[in-house]
C-alpha cells in the first residue's frame, strides 16, 4: 500500500514541532517561578493518572488478538504491576512480565 | 589554594564532581528502559517500513517526532486513511500528558538556560520524565547543574537507542515474526514505570480512577476518553491525599 508523500511528511512535521511545543510549554516559559501548592499536589500524580489509562485497553483489548481479550497478556500486566509493587524496581517488574507473557501459553498449553 | 582554605566547603558547592555524579547516577537509574526501547523502537522500525515508509522517512519520523505511542497511532490511522487532521488531532492528544511532564519539571529545571530548556524539552520523554522526577522528589535540595547532569544521564540511555533501534529495526527488522508479541512491550514497560509508585492509598486510588475512567470512557473520539480519565485521576489522587491528611490530622 502507499502512503501519500505530502500528507505524510505534514504529520511528521506538525506532529514534531507540535510535540516540542507541548513539551516546551511550562518549562520554557514558566522558568523556576514558583507553583502553587495545590498545582504541586496534583502534580504528585501525573504518572499513575496517566500511564494506567493509556495502557489498560490495550490490556483488555489488544490488537494483535483483533481486540479479544487474552489471558496471557492479562496475566503478564497483572505480574508487572505486583512485581514492581513487591520489588520496587522497573527492570524486575518488565522481566516477570515478560516471563509471564510468553511461558504462560507453554504452560496452560 | 584551596589547601590553606580553612571554611569547609559544602558538597553541593563543589561543581565537577557534583555534576559528574548527577550524569553517572541519572545514566544509571534510567539504563534498565534499554531494555524495553530496543524492541520498542525496533519495532517501530519494522511496522513503519512494512506500512511503505522508506528507511529516511521512518527515521525522520522517530527523530523529530521522539514519542513512540503517538508515532505508532499516526502511522496506524495513516494505513486506515483517516485525515490528516484527524490523524494529528489523536496523535497529539496522546502526547498531552507530556504537558503535564513539563509542568512537572519547571520547579527543578526552569532556571537554566533557554537553550539548555529547549533541549531537555526535546529528549522530554515518558522514561526520561518518569527517572528525572522521582530523583527530584527524593533529593530536591541538589543543585541546578546536578539535577541538568541528572536528566542528561538519563537521556542516554534511552534517546539515542532509540533512534538506532528504529534504525535497526528499518533495515533488518522484516525477520521478526508477529508471534513475538512485541505488540505487548508497550503496555509492560508503562505499568513496570508505574507499579513501583503505588506506595500510597491516593496513588492507588489515582491509577484506579485512570484505568477505569480510560476504559469507560473508550468511546470519546481523538483519545478524549484518556484526557479526561487522567484528568479525574488527577483529582482523584490529590483530593484523597488531602483527605487522608486531614483525617490524621
Same mark, same amino acid.
Given at each position: ?23 516546551f510549554s511550562?518549562l520554557g516559559l ?12 496534583? /502534580? %504528585? ?11 489498560? *485497553? =490495550? &490490556? !483488555? ?29 522497573? /527492570? %524486575? ?11 504462560? *501459553? =507453554? &504452560? !496452560?498449553? | ?113 533557554v537553550?539548555?530548556r529547549a533541549?531537555?524539552a ?128
Amino acid at each position: 500500500m502507499t502512503l501519500d508523500r505530502t500528507e505524510l511528511w505534514t504529520v511528521i512535521a506538525v506532529l514534531g514541532v507540535g510535540t516540542f511545543l507541548i513539551r516546551f510549554s511550562f518549562l520554557g516559559l514558566i522558568g523556576d517561578r514558583p507553583l502553587p501548592e495545590w498545582l504541586l499536589r496534583h /502534580l %504528585r500524580y501525573t504518572s499513575v493518572a496517566v500511564l494506567p489509562g493509556l495502557v489498560a *485497553p =490495550l &490490556v !483488555l483489548w489488544p490488537q494483535a488478538t483483533g481486540g479479544d481479550p487474552d489471558a496471557a497478556r492479562i496475566a503478564a500486566a497483572c505480574v508487572t504491576i505486583a512485581a514492581g509493587i513487591v520489588w520496587q524496581s522497573a /527492570l %524486575r517488574a518488565i522481566l516477570a512480565g515478560a516471563a509471564t507473557l510468553y511461558l504462560l *501459553p =507453554l &504452560v !496452560l498449553g | 589554594m584551596a589547601s590553606s582554605s580553612e571554611t569547609p566547603v559544602p558538597d553541593s558547592a563543589l561543581p565537577a564532581p557534583g555534576s559528574h555524579r548527577g550524569f553517572r547516577a541519572g545514566l544509571r537509574d534510567a539504563a534498565p528502559f534499554s531494555l524495553v526501547i530496543i524492541p520498542f523502537g525496533m519495532l517501530f522500525g519494522v511496522v513503519a517500513t512494512e506500512a511503505g515508509l522508506s528507511v529516511f522517512e521512518t527515521m525522520s519520523f522517530s527523530v523529530l517526532v521522539i514519542a513512540g505511542a503517538s508515532q505508532f497511532t499516526a502511522l496506524q490511522m495513516m494505513q486506515d486513511q483517516a485525515p490528516v487532521l484527524i490523524v494529528l488531532a489523536t496523535s497529539l492528544a496522546v502526547n498531552l500528558r507530556m504537558a503535564m511532564y513539563s509542568v512537572a519539571l519547571a520547579p527543578h529545571l526552569g532556571a537554566a538556560p533557554v537553550w539548555q530548556r529547549a533541549f531537555m524539552a526535546y529528549v522530554l520523554v515518558d522514561q526520561t520524565f518518569a527517572t528525572a522526577a522521582l530523583e527530584y522528589e527524593r533529593r530536591p535540595e541538589k543543585p541546578l547543574r546536578t539535577k541538568i547532569a541528572y536528566f542528561m544521564g538519563a537521556v542516554a540511555p534511552v534517546c539515542p537507542l532509540w533512534y538506532g533501534a528504529t534504525l535497526a529495526g528499518a533495515t533488518l527488522g522484516q525477520a521478526i515474526p508477529p508471534s513475538f508479541g512485541l505488540d505487548f512491550a508497550v503496555p509492560i514497560t508503562f505499568l513496570a514505570l508505574v507499579a513501583p509508585a503505588l506506595r500510597t492509598l491516593p496513588h492507588v486510588i489515582s491509577a484506579f480512577v485512570s484505568i477505569t475512567g480510560a476504559l469507560a470512557l473508550a468511546w470519546v473520539p481523538f483519545s478524549g476518553g484518556l484526557l479526561i480519565a487522567a484528568v479525574l485521576a488527577l483529582v482523584a489522587g490529590a483530593q484523597s491525599e488531602l483527605w487522608l491528611a486531614r483525617r490524621a490530622a
